[in-house]
């Protein structure tokens, strides 16, 4: 099956600084990914639509300025969370549209804390 | 718009028993239907999904799945659960055509005790 590799599974930064999240599709191309958050014990909310070589569609309420979502090649979108405060500390997950169309595969999730 | 309710937020089961897990949704257009499962610190996993013809879709680790459009429900059922079965589950919903975007349910808790 179509398999999406997110990294880092896991991150600490201090606060102000800045974060990188990587979402690959490692057998197919992913003209399309997502970006989700999810806060402990909740679903999953999107953030925005990757599209390939176009800027990223980002829901209402998504500062644009603080996740920067990069989606340069057919396999590769990224995820920078911009000077970062403790408030955005969550579990970020990607996914990408499947190569059939009708559905979307996730990565394995990044656990971002930010002291 | 689409919106997605789960009916249960928690459903504590014994294992070995039957469980059903709720899901029912809303869209003025015909939708794709997906149930998702998810471990602790994990991504979300495929179990089913329903894209059209037969109303039974059968998937992973034993789990089934009821598309019923005249009630607007997706109901997920497995007739005897494991412990590993202990998870998140997650029903969505797309609109085909689309970029795949998922409107999520808020989730179910589903916890199997020995």
């Known amino acids: 099956g179509a398999v999406v590799s997110q990294h880092p599974s896991r991150v600490i930064c201090k606060s102000g600084t800045s974060v990188k999240i990587e979402c690959r599709s490692l057998?197919?191309?992913?003209?399309?990914m997502f970006w989700y958050r999810q806060f402990p014990k909740q679903s999953l909310m999107l953030m925005a639509t990757?599209?390939?070589?176009?800027?990223?569609?980002?829901e209402q309420g998504v500062e644009k300025d603080k996740f920067l979502i990069n989606h340069a090649s057919l396999t590769l979108s990224t995820l920078t969370v911009t000077s970062a405060h403790p408030e955005d500390s969550s579990f970020y997950i990607c996914?990408?549209?499947?190569?059939?169309?009708?559905?979307?595969?996730f990565g394995q999730g990044t656990r971002l804390t930010v002291v | 718009a689409q919106s997605v309710t789960q009916l249960d937020s928690q459903v504590p089961v014994f294992e070995e028993a039957p469980v059903e897990l709720r899901c029912n949704y809303s869209?003025?257009?015909?939708?794709?239907l997906f149930w998702y499962v998810q471990y602790p610190n994990q991504g979300l996993q495929l179990l089913l999904k329903?894209?059209?013809?037969?109303?039974l879709v059968k998937g992973i680790n034993g789990f089934e799945a009821e598309f019923n459009k005249s009630q607007t429900s997706f109901h997920l059922r497995k007739p005897s659960v494991h412990i590993s079965d202990t998870a998140e589950y997650f029903c969505?919903?797309?609109?085909?055509?689309?970029?795949?975007?998922?409107?999520f349910g808020a989730g179910t808790r589903l916890a199997v005790h020995p």
């Open positions: 969505a919903v797309s609109v085909p055509g689309g970029y795949n975007k998922l409107i």
């Open positions: 869209s003025s257009v015909s939708v794709y």
């Open positions: 996914s990408a549209r499947g190569p059939t169309g009708t559905e979307a595969f």
């Open positions: 990757s599209n390939e070589g176009s800027k990223a569609t980002y």
């Open positions: 057998d197919f191309q992913a003209t399309t």
């Open positions: 329903y894209l059209s013809g037969s109303t």
